[in-house]
């Protein structure tokens, strides 16, 4: 089914036995090597009975139909086993791949930076040593990263994109993108290009559309005290037993950014379409706290609020020490 779709190395890889959800914890897949035949013979063996899933014969999910055309394939000689075959060895590059970009990464000596206030930067000119699979891969992950999106990263428009900014050998070479094409959108991130470095953080469109048009993503939550939650795919905030009441996490918004400067906040060097998007605590609808911990020195700060970032790519300690 993947392979219909023009699925990239992490489809053809398949499911893991562990992964990452969104709200912060580990879904297992402990049966995903054994045989179904093996699982009925052992419930049969322990005389136990079992549960059969309806829609496993309901001809109208894809599943089913291609399940049913497994003797056909067998005749091709696409039986599981070797379908299982491929899949791991996909797993395996997918691993090596990984761990090649994570030590360049940890070899860029500060050329790649990934910023707690949920950003990155990356210089063209080690970005452009990368091979053109590493750009893509690296590219996709941080829009992963910092798009606020549950599903994945649509391989195929990424990849239509980096192929409208390459040289004639086919390396993304951001350095000497034409003057009509200085950036671009896609998946809830935006990459802005500049002279010797790009970034790359939260869509905010602009002040006007920035929650009305992404409703399900900066959306605003409550938060009860001892309360955790995933914000907008992005962070894991977390207001402790000793808030003295429930708060509203939710974008700061341009509006918002204004009001705290005009309580005399000073703002780090950051772009201020990245801090729209960061999260902030509200209570009866006033900013009562900014939520973020690099953001401590401000006179709104709450020392009850733990805000850390819930996706980064590869190990942190491979990126260059964060700085804003």
């Known amino acids: 089914m993947r392979l219909k779709r023009g699925t990239g190395i992490d489809g053809l890889a398949g499911m893991r036995p562990a992964r990452k959800l969104p709200n912060g914890a580990t879904h297992l897949r402990p049966l995903l090597d054994v045989a179904k035949l093996d699982v009925i013979q052992f419930m049969h063996n322990a005389n136990k009975t079992w549960r059969e899933d309806p829609s496993n014969q309901n001809q109208i999910f ?3 139909r291609v399940r049913d055309l497994q003797s056909e394939f067998d005749s091709l000689g696409i039986t599981r086993e070797n379908l299982a075959r491929t899949a791991r060895r996909a797993d395996q590059f997918v691993r090596y791949l990984d761990s090649a970009i994570e030590n360049k990464i940890a070899d860029a000596a500060g050329a790649i930076t990934a910023h707690d206030l949920g950003f990155f930067t990356v210089t063209h000119a080690w970005f452009e040593r990368l091979a053109p699979l590493e750009q893509v891969r690296l590219l996709s992950e941080m829009i992963a990263s910092v798009g606020g999106q549950a599903e994945p990263v649509p391989l195929g428009q990424l990849e239509d994109i980096v192929e409208s900014l390459s040289g004639s050998n086919g390396t993304l070479k951001f350095s000497t993108a034409s003057e009509s094409r200085q950036g671009f959108t896609l998946h809830g991130a935006q990459v802005d290009i500049g002279r010797t470095k790009f970034r790359v953080y939260r869509e905010t469109l602009d ?62 060097d950051v772009p201020a379409r990245v801090l729209w998007t960061l999260p902030v605590f509200r209570h009866n609808g006033t900013i009562s706290a900014f939520a973020h911990n690099d953001l401590n020195t401000s006179p709104l700060a709450p020392s009850h609020c733990v805000v850390t970032r819930h996706r980064i790519p590869y190990r942190p300690g491979a990126f260059n020490p964060i700085s804003t």
């Open 207 to 268: 002040a006007r559309t920035l929650l009305s048009a992404l409703p399900n993503r900066l959306a605003a939550q409550s938060l009860t005290p001892g309360q955790v939650v995933v914000w907008d795919h992005r962070f894991v905030i977390t207001l402790s037993d000793a808030a003295p009441h429930p708060v509203t996490v939710g974008p700061l918004t341009e509006r918002g950014l204004a009001d705290l400067e005009a309580h005399g906040w000073q703002r780090p």
């Open 62 to 64: 894809e599943r089913v």
